[in-house]
């Protein structure tokens, strides 16, 4: 072989030793990959094998409260438009607009002075009539005793007593204008006629004012006490009558609207007469005595409603119940720290906690997390720090 030949075959072994250890390092990278991920796969499932850390709670015996919850409207007892009742300059706005007032306080006052004339005018007149009435009773009795001796005819004598008669209806309704002069002279007097809370002046001062103004002079809406008006399905109202009916108080909570905050304890007071029909519902009543007027008219708020107490129930956080196959579980913890499924009741849920009527009794272990990677049977570790503290934490009892 000449040596051109050999220089150009170099070259060319070069680029084949290349491209087989290119091959060789990528099929090695393949292998090692592949039983990288075999071997992860069979830690993991070594794992899953291993006992599963939860979080347990210890069934309490205790009081739990059987609540309806509703969305309710704050509604005061009474609203009222103050108008006044006779025509008339207004002379003085005696109120600030928001000032609290107390039923029988001046409001507002219109000018007394017409009513002042009338009244004297009327005052007056029944003095007229009362002297008319004394001469025509005078003259009376003397024509009885000439009418006894016939010196003079009945007919003059009945003519008379149809004269007393007139004089005495007169000062009958002298007396009547004088009492319709001073109720007017009262009215010029604007008060209140129930304690509350004033709204905007509809009118200022130095108006004239009219019975037929329609927006009055001002509203008063009572604040203490104040209700609320809310609706409950029609399924609840069986129990409800049952607890008024054997004379129960049951207990009303105003929170606000997102249910973090109490504004007021109150007591329900009335059940409306019928059912919706169109959204089978009833209107219920709550009064409360509002001191602090956390509570303001045509507030939105939310409704707890407390029906009854089950007292003596075994009570679980919710965060335990399960559902699935069977129906409603939970997991409960056994002596060797396997788990099995235990099929439950549910009574009414509290707050985080629920009563359980059936399937569990106080004292049971269950697991309130980490259950949805458990079975029945399975093994299970309980940290040493969740010994301490978890029924307290979730055991639900209450004092009462």
């Known amino acids: 072989m000449s040596d051109l030949e050999e220089i150009d075959s170099k070259p060319k072994s070069r680029h084949r030793l290349v491209w087989i250890v290119l091959v060789a390092v990528?099929?090695?990278?393949?292998?090692?990959?592949?039983?990288?991920?075999?071997?992860?796969?069979s830690k993991g499932r070594r794992g899953n094998n291993g006992p599963m850390p939860v979080v347990a709670a210890i069934a309490q015996k205790g009081d739990i409260d059987v609540i309806r919850n509703a969305l309710g409207t704050v509604t005061p007892l009474?609203?009222?438009?103050v108008r006044t009742q006779i025509s008339g300059q207004l002379v003085q706005v005696a109120f600030q607009e928001g000032q609290m007032v107390q039923a029988g306080d001046l409001l507002a006052e219109v000018d007394p002075r017409p009513y002042q004339l009338a009244l004297e005018q009327a005052e007056g007149a029944l003095a007229r009539?009362?002297?008319?009435?004394?001469?025509?009773?005078?003259?009376?009795?003397?024509?009885?005793?000439?009418?006894?001796?016939?010196?003079?005819?009945?007919?003059?004598?009945n003519t008379q007593e149809s004269l007393v008669a007139q004089d005495e209806g007169n000062v009958r309704s002298d007396q009547g204008q004088i009492d319709t002069a001073k109720l007017n002279l009262a009215y010029c007097h604007i008060t209140a006629p129930l304690a509350g809370r004033v709204g905007l002046r509809q009118v200022d001062q130095g108006n004239y004012v009219k019975v037929s103004d329609a927006n009055g002079i001002v509203t008063i809406t009572q604040l203490q006490p104040i209700t609320s008006i809310f609706t409950l399905p029609e399924d609840d109202l069986p129990a409800i009558m049952k607890r008024l009916n054997d004379g129960a108080e049951l207990q009303a909570t105003a929170l606000d609207r997102r249910q973090s905050a109490k504004l007021a304890t109150g007591k329900l007071i009335s059940v409306d007469n019928q059912i919706d029909t169109a959204t089978g519902t009833v209107k219920l009543r709550a009064q409360f005595d509002n001191q602090d007027t956390s509570l303001f008219p045509n507030q939105f708020v939310n409704i707890e409603l407390r029906v009854d107490t089950l007292h003596d129930a075994t009570i679980i956080p919710s965060a335990a119940i399960q559902r699935g196959?069977?129906?409603?579980f939970v997991y409960v913890i056994n002596s060797d720290n396997t788990v099995k499924v235990q099929a439950v009741k549910l009574g009414p849920a509290q707050g985080d906690n629920i009563a359980i009527t059936d399937g569990l009794s106080p004292g049971d272990k269950v697991v309130v997390d980490g259950a949805d990677k458990l079975r029945d049977g399975a093994k299970i570790t309980l940290p040493q720090e969740q010994h301490s503290g978890v029924s307290n934490q979730h055991s639900g009892k209450r004092k009462k």
């Open 325 to 328: 196959n069977p129906a409603t």
């Open 78 to 81: 009474a609203n009222v438009t």
């Open 129 to 157: 009539d009362t002297a008319l009435l004394k001469d025509a009773q005078l003259n009376l009795g003397r024509y009885r005793k000439l009418v006894a001796e016939d010196s003079i005819s009945k007919q003059q004598y």
């Open 26 to 41: 990528v099929l090695l990278a393949l292998i090692w990959v592949s039983t990288s991920s075999n071997s992860q796969s």
